[in-house]
Nanobody
Framework: QVQLVESGGGLVQPGGSLRLACAAS???????MGWYRQAPGKQRELVAV???????NYADSVKGRFTISRDNAKNTVYLQMNSLNAEDTAVYYC?????????????WGQGTQVTVSS
């Protein structure tokens, strides 16, 4: 069992930056770590994912603006968000995922609100 706690959300002006952090209660080295977001009235969507082997994928909407990274020694994954715009407003969730033979491990944080507004 892994517990995830997100932090770093808040209110930021368009064009601004935020850095989200997701702290895990245990080792994350074996997990693919992802950031998802859910805007009001919309489905949760993948923002970025970094695998246990440090392969990275981004949603097209955030490529070139967001950077995901992980620090396994600190059991923490980060999401650096630059050039934010109103469309980035959402609750951001951290996810830890590991494929298993019968049932994958899948853990979620409680989410952190990001609001981009002038």
């Amino acid at each position: 069992q892994v517990q995830l706690v997100e932090s770093g959300g808040g209110l930021v002006q368009p064009g601004g930056s935020l850095r989200l952090a997701c702290a895990a209660s245990g080792s994350i080295s074996i997990y693919a770590m992802g950031w998802y977001r859910q805007a009001p009235g919309k489905q949760r969507e993948l923002v970025a994912v970094i695998t246990s082997g440090d392969s990275i994928n981004y949603a097209d909407s955030v490529k070139g603006r967001f950077t995901i990274s992980r620090d396994n020694a600190k059991n923490t994954v980060y999401l650096q968000m630059n050039s934010l715009n109103a469309e980035d407003t959402a609750v951001y969730y951290c996810n830890a995922h590991r494929r298993r033979r019968w049932k994958d491990d899948d853990y979620w944080g409680q989410g952190t609100q990001v609001t981009v507004s002038s």
